[in-house]
């Protein structure tokens, strides 16, 4: 079998993923859902004319591929589902005290500081809650998802509840942020082209001379439980694609050259601790030619247990390792961060564990006891991006290079996996997984794919 040795120097820009926002709440899901994936994991591929199985894609949904792909469920089980359970039932009690400023019962806002945020998959889950804390933080917001009836109904809601909201009493500005929403389909490389465009109109002088930047792109949106390739492509090549065509805009470089942005520019990658199950990216038994697409090879059958899953999310993370290493570290250097936001309880982790588990978790009260709201799991997202914001714009020493974990809105420092931050495997994952996807949709700055 031949492997990809070198990406292409020319690359595209495909859209992630407008999809069900990705909460990675489904790590306890998966717990639930385990005993149902299991009736499909003892399913076997049927012997081959010479009596052997093969790994090779076999897109038949009434069987499983055998593979050697290795996973540390182990590790999962400790650092990701207990930790997590934990930290529901019993800190998060103790936080429940904390409640957002209030003035008559109304949310305050701050006006708007010229800024763009770009939140994915934001029209359900706590996507649709991000949007609205980036909203009353004084960012304009641009919603991009695929249902364009939520989406205007997301924008005009958010908008309405601005409108209604007191601003923050030190400032005289009454002006609301813009809400815009922009259709974005993950499969579909010219959406998130569609995306890059919106962002750039948005980007230009008002009457004032005043030019708004983009400052935050928060790539939530997922899916799991789906066919294995859309996985893989939803979940890591949409957010890669979509960063990387908007990341001139986020280092501050408009057509003229000049650095605008006033704010620490930041890629946050939503993330989850199903991970940590996950030990390498790439199944070295998928036969490959120099010219193949790694996963068009995966085997066209649904994520039963959630494997490629947690794949998709450890080679995210490995994707902000790559851009850690290979964009410049000096002038608007982009903070780059994965966050988890913990179990939450979400149309996506509903719709994937069925009616009956979902009933039965609800009615028995341990829906609200050991998942998190939309709204918390949105708060812990958006407290590493306040993070980020209190760090300074031109950070140019090593420490930008060191991964940035949050779990439950806190630095977790080296509580992710290590092979999330394997500079080998990130560039293995490049130049055989993600540098074929992105031939001829987007240009990359010199030296990125090199090592």
Known sequence: NQRSSSPNSSFGFVAPADTTPDDSSQVLEYLVVDTSASAHSNTQIPPSANGTTTSTSYTSKNFTPVTNMKSNKLRWAIYGIVTELFHNIFIRQLNKGKRRTMTNGRKIRQPPNNEIAVVTGATGGIGSQIAHGLAFRGYDVVIAARDIKRGNELMNEIQTKLAESPVNSTSRNEAVPVITFVEYHADKPQSALDVASSVQSLVKEDGSGTKRQLTVLINN?????????LTMRVNLIGPVLLTLS?????????????LNNVSAPTVINVGSSAHLRATQVIDNDIPLNENDSYIDNLPGIPDSDLSTYGQSKLALMQFSTLLRRWQPQSGNAVHIQDAHPGLVWTPLLRNHIGETVTNTLQRSGLAKLIYKTPEE???SILASLDYAQR???????ASSRQQLYFVNGKPCGYGAAKESRDIDASIQLWKEVIGPELKGVVSLPDGWGEG
């Open 246 to 258: 908007l990341l001139p805009l986020l280092n501050g470089t408009t057509n003229d050259g000049k």
């Open 391 to 397: 760090q300074s714009t031109a950070t140019t020493d």
């Open 221 to 229: 949106a997922g899916i799991m439980g789906k066919e294995k390739p």
């Open 377 to 379: 799991g949105a708060q």
